[in-house]
């Protein structure tokens, strides 16, 4: 859990209604629960008791239920005709229930409904559950902006209410939604300050870091790529954006109205659209020459391949207050990267690097280990590429990296729907919901999730020895060390039975 910037979805759903006439209240539970518990002596079990379903300590149970029956009673208090609850992941599916359950324990005649990507392209049929027991009264699927105003008005039948069948928006839905209204947040709870990876950075590192609040901001939906193991095409099949300029001034605008100079985009990646990215970064830098503005945003961008960025584009990016980029490299090799779909070398990773050194721009790398081709090879040139790039973690360049956990195959993604195709198989859990983490490949039958597991630790130690900060690094070990538990006998069994 990280609080750098507030949840979006909120205040640009309130934006909406508010827009068509609506009355609406935002609640920030996300801020609540981080810091009534970032500072407990238990907080890394209480922050994994999201991600982990097998989870059992009732001490921590019981201090979650009882946090979640204050917002609960907070919310009953309201007296609204409904309650929506965003559900940004799988990790909110836990607490999401919980507060559902508390409220209508309180209130059985409260509506509720869910909404966000956490119950749209899941394994698992989360809200259909809910409503057949009763804990919701309607579900939305995919984006809401649009559905949000026809459930206001009771329209059930409407794609995406109560089904999957939901609607994509156009870019004309885009282009003309309202900015989101975050009156209603406390913006003091959120910026680096109140990041958790951060604070550990600046005592591991002895690099000041700036408190700065920070509020999102969308430019785009969808993506230029189409990686493997990504569901970002199956929610936006055709990459969509707002307008370089319009941001921009969505930017400065905001930047006046909440006295904020930090931004942090939503996109799945800022520069998808060169034309467009080009015309927001020359904006801003021109506006923060002639006000001495100094706003500053962060986000995930794609570094690309044959010096596409030239040089004039990393002074723009550079101008116009790029101060942290988070890009997905996913792996150490050349080879597993462009089977993923990320058509990038080392050499140009190094290239990019190289120009965020030289314009003091910092970056956030995504890794994934255990791609399901990955052999022990590729595993060695993982290790190469920690070794080649360290001088670029000890000047900060990489300010730190995510390794995560290891692949999981998710719905709706390319490398789900190729399974046969590359020999990967599910093993089948005989309680409970398919695991997206139980899968083995026949055509790279050594790569269990035993080995998988191990080359994540190694990894991690490895890349640590050689000056990299993970800063999630417990938290991420915390919860393979969980699902191993569920998980290995279900493995053993089903390699037991392929040997026989």
Not at 454 to 481: C, E, M, N, V, Y
Request: with cysteine.
């Amino acid at each position: 859990m990280n609080l750098l910037y507030p949840p979006p979805a909120p205040g640009l759903l309130k934006s909406i209604l508010v827009a068509n006439h609506y009355s609406c209240k935002t609640k920030d539970f996300v801020a609540d629960f981080f810091h009534s518990f970032r500072n407990h002596p238990e907080w890394n079990k209480i922050d994994n008791w999201n991600a982990l379903p097998n989870f059992n300590d009732p001490k921590i149970e019981k201090i979650i239920s009882s946090k979640v029956e204050e917002w609960a009673k907070e919310i009953v208090e309201f007296d609204s005709a409904w309650v929506g609850i965003s559900i940004f992941s799988y990790e909110s599916h836990k607490i999401g229930k919980l507060l559902t359950e508390k409220i209508k324990i309180i209130n059985p005649n409260q509506k509720i409904f869910l909404g966000g990507a956490g119950i749209t392209n899941v394994r698992t049929p989360y809200p259909e559950e809910l409503f057949d027991q009763g804990l919701i009264d309607a579900y939305i699927t995919g984006e809401g902006e649009q559905s949000i105003l026809e459930l206001a008005k009771g329209n059930f039948d409407y794609p995406g209410i109560n089904n999957r069948n939901f609607v994509k928006l156009e870019k004309k839905h885009l282009d003309s939604m309202p900015t989101g209204d975050y009156s209603d947040y406390d913006l003091t709870l959120y910026g680096k300050e109140n990041l958790g990876i951060y604070n550990d950075l600046q005592s591991l590192t002895q690099t000041f870091v700036e408190s700065e609040n920070t509020l999102p901001i969308t430019g785009s939906k969808g993506c230029v790529r189409a990686c493997s193991y990504c569901d970002v095409p199956y929610l936006w099949p055709k990459f969509t954006h707002r307008g370089g300029i319009e941001v921009a001034n969505e930017i400065i605008e905001k930047s006046k109205k909440y006295g904020v100079r930090k931004f942090h985009f939503t996109d799945s990646l800022v520069n998808g659209s060169m034309k467009e990215f080009r015309l927001m970064c020359s904006t801003l830098a021109k506006y923060n020459v002639d006000k001495n503005a100094n706003i500053v945003w962060t986000g995930q961008f794609i570094f690309r391949p044959n010096r596409q960025h030239t040089q004039e584009d990393w002074d723009l990016i550079a101008q116009s207050g790029a101060s942290y980029l988070e890009v997905g490299l996913e792996s150490g090799s050349d080879e597993i990267r462009f089977q993923m779909g990320k058509k990038l070398t080392n050499d140009d990773i190094e290239h990019e690097l190289g120009n965020c050194r030289t314009h003091k721009i910092t970056t956030f790398p995504f890794f994934i280990v255990g791609y399901p081709t990955e052999t022990d090879q590729h595993f060695y040139e993982y290790k190469q590429w920690f070794e080649r790039f360290k001088s670029f973690a000890e000047d900060k360049t990489i300010l730190s990296l995510e390794l995560g956990g290891t692949l999981r195959i998710q719905p709706n993604t390319p490398d789900f729907n190729n399974l046969p195709k590359m020999g990967v198989e599910f093993i089948k859990t005989e309680h409970g919901p398919q695991d997206d983490l139980l899968w083995w490949n026949k055509n790279n039958p050594t790569l269990t999730l035993a080995k998988r597991f191990w080359r994540r630790f190694t990894l991690g130690k490895f890349a640590k020895q050689h000056g990299f900060i993970l800063p999630s690094d417990k938290k991420d070990l915390t919860f393979l060390w969980a699902k191993w538990n569920q998980l290995k006998d279900i493995e053993r069994k089903f390699l037991d039975e392929r040997k026989n």
